[in-house]
C-alpha cells in the first residue's frame, strides 16, 4: 500500500468528491458566507460584517447598568440543546448491551433485532402523538401507572421542568435500537471470534473480555456513533419539539435547530439564521477536534 | 462443562425476559398503527378500548391507492431511493477506502473538510442548493431528487471507520501476494466489510425513503412528488383523519421493514483470522 | 490465490439471492419508468404559450373550487395555461419563501396569516386601478379592503374572512337548566355560566366536565402586545394586565377552564374533548365548521359571540389570493384574480366555514344555510367587532416574545406584571434593532 501510484488515491476519491464538491462543499459555504448578511429573502442580501453575531453573542446595558444578553433566547436554547444531549450517552450505552445480547446466538435474535429497530421504522407524527398521550396528565398511561405505586406524576409536556427529560425519555426510547444498534451490530462482526477463545482459555470471565475485547475493538465503531449523535444532536430536536409541545412552555424545548428554523423561515432571518449556523458549526467543530484528541486510537 | 450449561440457562432466561419487557413496549405503536388503519374514520384512536373491536376496515387503504397519484408518487420514492442508496454505497465504501488506508498528502485536512459539512444545518444550506440546482435546470426532475442525497460525508465517515478496524495483516498477506491496491479493495476490504456496508445501506434507504422536506422543497409538479410529500398533501386533503393517516403510514413503513429484514442477516461475522492464517 | 484469502461467508446469508432481488428491484424500476413516464411535466401546449403558475394549500375542498375556476378561466383565454401548485399546509410559507428567494416565483399565491409579512416585502403587485375598474367593491367590508391596502397600494382583496367565536352544546345548558347564551352578553354572565356548566364529580380535583375551554380573546380586552404601526410594544397596558389577569383566574381561581398548557398538552384534539362533552362552551374559529359538523354531528351545538369584558371583540384573519409583484404576466394573472375577488366564488369558499367579505354575499350564506349552526347570523353580527392582529413586518418574530412571557403566567412561574416587564423590553429591543438595521 505504501507503493501506490501518486494519483491512485484521487481515483477512489474522485466519484465521492467531485459530487460532494459542488451538492454539499458550496451550498455550505454559501450558507456561511451568509452570516455576515442580512437577507430577508425578498430583496438581495445585504453586506453588514459581524452586525449578526453582535446581535447573537452581544450584550448591553440599560439606563440603570443592569446588563441584558442581546439575545436572552440563544443562550436558553444552547443550553436546552446540551440539556437534550444527554441522552446521548444513556442511549449509545443501552445501543451497545443491545447489540451484544443480540449478537449472541440466541434462538429469535433476529426477530429481536427488528422489534428493537420498529420505533425508528414507526417514527413519524402519529408516533409522537402516541406520546403526547401517553404524558397526558389527566388520563395519560404514565401517570396512570405512577399512581398507582404511589407518586403523584408531573405534568410532563406542559412543565420547564420536566418537559425536557419528557422528550430525552422518547429518545432514548426511541433510538437506542436504531443507528447505534446497527453500527454496533456491524461493528461486532469485526471481533475476530479467535480473541474470545484465547481469552477465555486463559480464564477471562464475560466482564472481563467485554471489557479487555469489544469495547477496544469497538472503539472505531464508538468514535463515529459518538461524533455523528454530537453533530446530530447539535442539530436536532425540531421535529419533536415542533410536534410535542411547539418548542414551549416558554421556549423550554426550543432547540438550536428549532430556532436557526424560525429565524430562517418565520422570521424572515436568513442572514442571522446563517449566523447562528456559523456559531453552531464552530462550538461542533470545536467539540469533535476535542473528541478527535481524545479519541486518537479510535481514529489513526 | 454441566455447570456452565446451567448458567447459561439462567443468564438467557433473564436476557429473553429483560428482551421481552422492552420489546413490548416498542411492538405497540406497530400494533396501534396497524389498529387505527383498520378503524372507521371518526373513531376516537387515543381510546384504547375502541381499538380492540377487531374492525377491519381495508377502505382506508384503498382510498389513499386511488387519491393523488400515489402509485406515481410510490414509484418516484422507489425510484429514488434505490439510486440513492446504490451512489452512495459506491461512492462511500471507495472514498473511505482512501481515507483509511491510502496514504497521500492532505487526507486529514480533505477529510475534516468532509465532516465539517456535516456541522451546517440542513435549514441554511437549502435555498443554495436549490439556487444551484436551478441554474443546472434540473429543479423539477429525478436528478434534483437523487444527487444532493447521494454524496454525504456520514456514509465516507461511517464506512473509514469500519475499515480502521479491519486488521491489517489480511492486506498485508494480500501485497506479498502482489496484490494491487484496487484488487485489495475488491477482494479483501470489501468482503470483510460486509456488515458495515450493509448497515450503511439500512441507514441511507430508510433516510432517503423517508426523506420529506426536501422533496417538498424541489417538487414542484404534481409527477415528481414522492411518496411522503403525496401523502402529507393527502393528508391535509382529508382533515387530519388518523385512520387514512396511519394506513398511509403502514404502506410507508413496510419497504424499510423489508429492508431491515434483509439487511440484517449481514450482521454475521465476517472475519475469521484462521482464515488468514490457513 | 485471492480465492484462498477471502474469508469464509457465513451459511446464513445468500448472496446470490440478494443479487436476484437487487436485479428484479431495477428491472422493476425500469419497466415502471416505461409505464408511467419521465417525471416532469408534459411539455408546455404550444396554444397555450403563457404559463401561470398559481400556489395554494393543499385542501381537498378548496382545489376542487380552484380548478372549477382555472377551468373557466382556461376556456375563455385559450391562450393561457395555469398550473396549480398544491403544497401541504404547514410548510406553505416555507416552500413559497424557497420559491420567492430562488428566482423562481408563481404568479400568483394564496395567503393567509403571512400576508402583512409577504407584503411590507414588496411581494405583491399593486392592484389598485384595476381592482377600481373591474371590480364592484362597494358591497365589500371596508374594513376587509383596508386589512390589503399597505404603504398607499392595494394589494388585492380577501374571498374569506375568518371569525373566532364560541361553540356550545346545547344539552349541556339544558341539564344546567341555563338559557342558552344571546350574542351580547357580557363577562358576569358567562362566568355564571361556566360556572354552572362545571362538574366536578366526586369533588376530587379533577373536573370531569369544562364550562369553558379556551382563552378568552384578547380582543374582548382590547390588548395588544405591539401598536398597530408596530413601532412600539404595548405589553404594559392596563387591558393588557386584564387579559392575563382575568385569563389566569378562569382556571386558576374558578376552575371553569383548563389551563391553556393543558390545553395545547392535550393528547385528543378539540373536537373529541367536545363530543364527548368534557367541554360545554369552547373557543373556535370559523374554520373548525366542517369538523364540528362532521365529527360532532351527534352533538346538539350552536354558536355565539364572545362576552363583552372591556369592549366587544372578535379575533379574525383573512385569506386571499394575491399577484406576485414578479409576474411576468400581469394582464394575465389579473384576468384570473378577478374571477378570485367575485361573489361566486366568495360564496363557494365560504360555506365549508368562512365570513365573505362582500356583505350580500354574507347574507346569501346565511339566508341558505340549512347546516348547523342555526345561528350563522352571529357572524355577520361579529363584523362590527372584528379584531385581527396588527399587520407588521415582523410579527411572527416579535409575538413569539410576547407568547413565551405568557407561558410563563400560565405556568404560575412569573407575575403578569413581571412577565409583561420582561415582554415589554425584548419587544422594544428587537423594533429597534430591525429600525437601526433599515428595514
Redesign the interface.
Known amino acids: ?2 507503493h ?1 501510484h ?1 494519483l ?3 481515483l ?2 474522485l ?3 467531485t ?2 464538491a ?7 459555504a ?3 458566507v ?1 452570516s455576515f448578511f ?1 437577507w ?4 438581495p442580501p445585504k453586506f ?1 460584517g459581524l ?1 449578526n453575531f453582535i ?1 447573537l453573542l452581544g450584550w ?1 446595558r ?1 439606563a440603570e447598568g443592569v446588563i ?1 444578553l ?1 439575545d ?1 433566547g440563544f443562550w436558553k436554547y444552547l443550553y436546552n440543546t446540551l440539556y437534550l444531549m444527554l441522552a446521548i450517552p444513556i442511549t449509545m450505552f443501552c445501543s451497545l448491551v443491545l447489540a451484544v ?4 446466538k ?1 434462538p429469535g435474535r ?1 426477530f ?11 417514527a ?4 409522537l ?2 406520546w ?7 388520563f ?1 398511561l404514565i401517570n396512570h401507572m405512577l399512581a398507582w405505586v404511589g407518586i403523584t406524576g408531573p ?6 421542568n420536566w418537559s425536557k427529560p419528557a422528550l430525552m425519555i422518547i429518545m432514548i ?1 426511541g433510538s437506542m ?1 436504531g ?1 447505534g444498534m ?2 454496533y ?10 480473541l474470545y477463545e484465547a481469552a477465555e482459555i486463559d480464564g477471562a470471565n464475560v466482564l472481563h473480555r467485554f471489557r479487555h475485547i469489544t469495547i477496544p ?1 469497538l472503539a ?2 464508538t ?2 456513533i459518538f ?2 449523535a454530537v ?1 446530530g444532536g ?2 436536532g430536536g425540531f421535529d419533536m419539539a415542533y410536534i410535542l ?2 418548542g ?4 423550554a424545548t426550543t432547540t438550536l ?1 428549532y430556532y ?11 442572514g442571522y ?2 449566523a447562528l ?1 456559523l456559531v ?2 464552530a462550538l ?2 470545536f467539540v ?1 477536534m476535542l473528541s478527535w484528541r481524545f479519541g486518537r486510537g ?3 | 462443562m454441566p455447570m456452565e450449561q446451567k448458567q447459561s440457562v439462567a443468564t438467557r432466561t433473564s436476557i429473553y425476559l429483560a428482551l421481552i419487557i422492552v420489546g413490548a413496549s416498542m411492538v405497540f405503536p406497530l400494533v396501534w398503527m396497524l389498529s387505527t388503519s383498520f378503524q372507521k374514520p371518526g373513531t376516537d384512536v387515543m381510546d384504547l378500548r375502541s381499538l380492540l373491536h377487531g374492525a377491519l376496515e381495508w377502505r382506508n387503504y384503498q382510498r389513499i391507492w386511488s387519491g393523488t397519484n400515489f402509485a406515481r408518487a410510490v414509484y418516484n420514492s422507489a425510484l429514488v431511493t434505490v439510486c440513492v442508496t446504490i451512489a452512495q454505497l459506491f461512492t462511500s465504501t471507495l472514498a473511505a477506502y482512501a481515507f483509511a488506508r491510502l496514504q497521500f498528502r492532505g487526507r486529514n485536512a480533505i477529510f475534516m473538510g468532509y465532516l465539517s459539512t456535516m456541522m451546517v444545518p440542513d435549514v441554511v444550506t437549502m435555498i443554495p442548493v436549490f439556487i444551484l440546482l436551478r441554474t443546472m435546470g434540473w429543479i423539477d426532475t429525478y436528478w434534483a431528487l437523487i444527487l444532493p442525497a447521494a454524496f454525504s460525508a456520514y456514509g465516507t465517515f461511517m464506512l473509514r471507520q469500519f475499515f480502521l478496524s479491519i486488521p491489517r495483516e489480511l492486506e498485508e498477506a494480500a501485497v506479498i501476494d502482489g496484490c494491487t491496491s484496487w484488487g485489495i479493495y475488491l477482494n479483501v476490504v470489501l468482503p470483510l466489510a460486509k456488515p458495515a456496508i450493509a448497515a450503511l445501506g439500512i441507514l441511507t434507504f430508510m433516510s432517503s425513503w423517508r426523506s420529506f422536506m426536501w422533496p417538498l422543497i424541489v417538487c414542484q409538479s404534481q409527477n415528481m412528488v414522492t411518496a411522503p410529500v403525496a401523502l402529507s398533501q393527502f393528508q391535509e386533503l382529508h382533515g387530519v383523519q388518523w385512520t387514512l393517516l396511519m394506513a398511509g403510514s403502514v404502506i410507508m413503513l413496510i419497504p424499510m421493514l423489508a429492508v431491515f429484514v434483509i439487511g440484517q442477516r449481514f450482521f454475521i461475522s465476517g472475519i475469521q483470522l484462521g482464515a488468514v492464517k490457513g | 490465490m485471492a480465492a484462498k484469502k477471502q474469508p469464509r461467508s457465513s451459511q446464513e446469508e445468500d448472496p446470490r439471492g440478494l443479487g436476484w432481488l437487487l436485479g428484479v428491484i431495477i428491472a422493476a424500476l425500469i419497466g415502471g419508468w416505461f409505464v408511467v413516464g419521465p417525471g416532469a411535466d408534459p411539455p408546455a401546449d404550444p396554444q397555450r404559450p403563457i404559463k401561470l403558475v398559481m400556489a395554494v394549500p393543499a385542501d381537498q375542498a378548496d382545489l376542487v373550487i380552484y380548478k372549477q375556476v382555472i377551468a373557466r378561466y382556461e376556456a375563455e383565454h385559450p391562450h393561457v395555461a395555469v398550473e396549480i401548485r398544491a403544497i401541504p399546509g404547514n410548510n406553505y410559507y416555507q416552500k413559497l419563501l424557497v420559491m420567492l428567494a430562488s428566482g423562481l416565483p408563481p404568479d400568483l399565491m394564496w395567503m393567509g396569516e403571512g400576508f402583512a409579512e409577504f407584503a411590507s416585502r414588496g411581494a405583491f403587485m399593486d392592484v389598485g386601478d384595476r381592482l377600481d375598474q373591474d371590480v364592484d367593491t362597494s358591497d365589500f367590508l371596508p374594513q376587509a379592503l383596508q386589512w390589503y391596502r399597505i404603504d398607499g397600494q392595494q394589494l388585492g382583496a380577501p374571498y374569506l374572512i375568518d371569525v373566532q367565536f364560541i361553540v356550545y352544546n346545547k344539552k349541556l345548558f339544558d341539564e344546567a337548566g341555563l338559557a342558552y347564551p344571546r350574542d351580547d352578553w357580557d363577562y358576569d354572565e358567562f362566568l355564571a355560566d361556566a360556572k354552572k356548566l362545571t362538574v366536578d364529580r366526586g369533588g376530587d380535583g379533577r373536573i370531569e366536565q369544562y364550562g369553558y375551554y379556551g382563552q378568552l380573546d384578547m380582543s374582548v380586552f382590547g390588548a395588544q402586545p405591539i401598536s398597530e404601526d408596530g413601532t412600539h410594544a404595548t405589553c404594559q397596558t392596563p387591558a393588557m394586565m386584564d387579559f392575563l389577569n382575568t385569563n389566569r383566574s378562569l382556571f386558576n381561581t374558578f376552575h371553569v377552564s383548563p389551563s391553556p398548557q393543558q390545553i395545547t398538552g392535550s393528547g385528543s384534539d378539540v373536537y373529541t374533548i367536545f363530543r364527548q362533552g368534557k367541554a360545554a362552551m369552547m373557543i373556535a374559529y370559523t374554520w373548525d365548521l366542517p369538523y364540528l359538523r362532521e365529527q360532532c354531528a351527534d352533538v346538539d351545538w350552536d354558536i355565539t359571540l364572545n362576552p363583552k369584558v372591556n369592549q366587544r371583540g372578535q379575533w379574525a384573519s383573512s385569506a386571499a389570493i394575491l399577484i406576485s409583484s414578479k409576474t411576468r404576466h400581469p394582464a394575465e394573472a389579473w384576468e384570473l384574480n378577478k374571477l378570485f375577488l367575485g361573489a361566486d366564488f366568495q360564496l363557494r369558499m365560504c360555506e365549508d366555514g368562512g365570513l365573505p367579505p362582500n356583505l350580500s354575499v354574507a347574507r346569501q350564506l346565511v339566508a341558505q344555510n340549512r347546516h348547523k349552526p342555526a345561528n350563522l347570523q352571529a357572524l355577520i353580527v361579529a363584523r362590527e367587532f372584528l379584531y385581527p392582529k396588527p399587520r407588521i413586518a415582523n410579527s411572527a418574530e416579535l409575538y413569539s416574545q410576547f407568547y413565551n412571557a405568557c407561558d410563563t403566567v400560565w405556568m404560575g412561574t412569573a407575575t403578569p406584571a413581571g412577565a409583561m416587564d420582561r415582554a415589554q423590553r425584548q419587544i422594544t429591543w428587537l423594533i429597534n434593532r430591525h429600525q437601526e438595521r433599515g428595514e
Open positions: 500500500m505504501r501506490h501518486r491512485t488515491p484521487l477512489y476519491l466519484p465521492n468528491l459530487g460532494f459542488i451538492f454539499v462543499l458550496i451550498p455550505v454559501a450558507a456561511l451568509l442580512r430577508d429573502l425578498f430583496h453588514v452586525d446581535d448591553r440599560d441584558h442581546n436572552a445480547l443480540l449478537n449472541q440466541l433476529m429481536f433485532r427488528s422489534v428493537f429497530f420498529l420505533p425508528n421504522i414507526c413519524g407524527v402519529g408516533l402523538l402516541l403526547k398521550f401517553l404524558y397526558n396528565n389527566d395519560g405534568d410532563w409536556l406542559n412543565s420547564y426510547w435500537g443507528t446497527i453500527l451490530l456491524a461493528g461486532l462482526q469485526g471481533i475476530p471470534p479467535e475493538m472505531p465503531t468514535f463515529f461524533i455523528t453533530i447539535f442539530q409541545t411547539k414551549g412552555p416558554d421556549g435547530s436557526i428554523y424560525n429565524h430562517a423561515f418565520e422570521y424572515f432571518n436568513m439564521a446563517a449556523s453552531l458549526f461542533v467543530l469533535t479510535a481514529t489513526e
